[in-house]
């Protein structure tokens, strides 16, 4: 093996180079145009930079409250992902988590839907709606509600 005998391999396409000759269709201004900030070296504007006007983030007014930093992480569950799960299993946010159905920083359940099961699945969350409370109890299944008292 030698190093002028060595080829790229099939399909593999090299860096585009630039500013390395106008040979190249990439020389002289090296896709920067001619003039201006953005053309020169360490030339550029900051993120949010509007050209010296005021920019929009200063422009809107602060105000309020939003609690959203201190607010409970909440997930909801379509009950079609409960019909994975073996019959007669009691099921609850822990399998959820180990699951992948939910994330793991997650306090809050809410199963929701209105899929037909075939199985009977004792389910453990915060909350159900309507739909998905029938189906699991069509299915002869069980639902129990978890209460966080703070």
Not at 4 to 26: C, M, N, Q, T, Y
Not at 119 to 141: D, L
Request: glycine fraction near 14%; hydrophobic fraction near 30%; proline fraction near 3%.
């Amino acid at each position: 093996m030698y190093l002028h005998k060595l080829e790229k391999p099939k399909g593999l396409k090299g860096k585009k180079r630039i500013g390395r000759g106008d040979a190249s269709g990439w020389g002289k201004t090296a896709g920067r145009g001619d003039k201006g900030q953005k053309s020169r070296s360490g030339g550029g504007v900051r993120r949010g930079f509007e050209g010296g006007t005021m920019p929009l983030n200063r422009r809107l007014p602060k105000r309020g409250f939003s609690n959203q930093k201190f607010a409970d992480k909440k997930a909801e569950i379509n009950i079609r992902y409960i019909e994975s799960f073996e019959a007669g299993s009691v099921i609850g946010p822990e399998d959820f988590k180990k699951a992948g159905l939910c994330a793991p920083d997650v306090i809050k359940i809410k199963i929701i839907g209105t899929t037909e099961l075939t199985k009977a699945i004792t389910v453990k969350a915060h909350s159900f709606t309507k739909g998905a409370q029938a189906s699991i109890e069509k299915a002869n299944g069980k639902i129990e509600e978890i209460r966080l008292d703070k």
